[in-house]
């Protein structure tokens, strides 16, 4: 599993970020950074549900 992030579509709302700050950060330039993007497939739901908070459908799960 993979996360990805279209820079050209974030606003840096930060969901991701309050939901699964392990794997995503919202930089000062205001764009998500990806912290880790292999999640551990123990975090699978976790980060699902922070792919799925984007506003702005800006995260995508790669399997």
Same mark, same amino acid.
């Given at each position: 599993?993979?996360?990805? +992030? !279209?820079?050209?579509?974030?606003? *840096?709302? *930060?969901?991701?970020? +309050?939901?699964?700050? $392990?794997?995503?950060?919202? *930089?000062?330039? *205001?764009? #998500?950074?990806?912290?880790? !993007?292999?999640?551990?497939?123990?975090?699978?739901?976790?980060?699902?549900? +922070? #792919?799925?908070?984007?506003?702005?459908?800006?995260? $995508?799960?790669?399997?």
């Amino acid at each position: 599993m993979r996360i990805l +992030a !279209d820079l050209h579509r974030c606003e *840096g709302l *930060g969901m991701c970020e +309050a939901m699964a700050d $392990r794997y995503f950060e919202v *930089g000062d330039d *205001g764009q #998500v950074l990806l912290l880790d !993007d292999h999640p551990r497939e123990q975090d699978r739901q976790l980060v699902d549900s +922070a #792919v799925k908070s984007c506003p702005v459908s800006a995260l $995508r799960l790669e399997n």
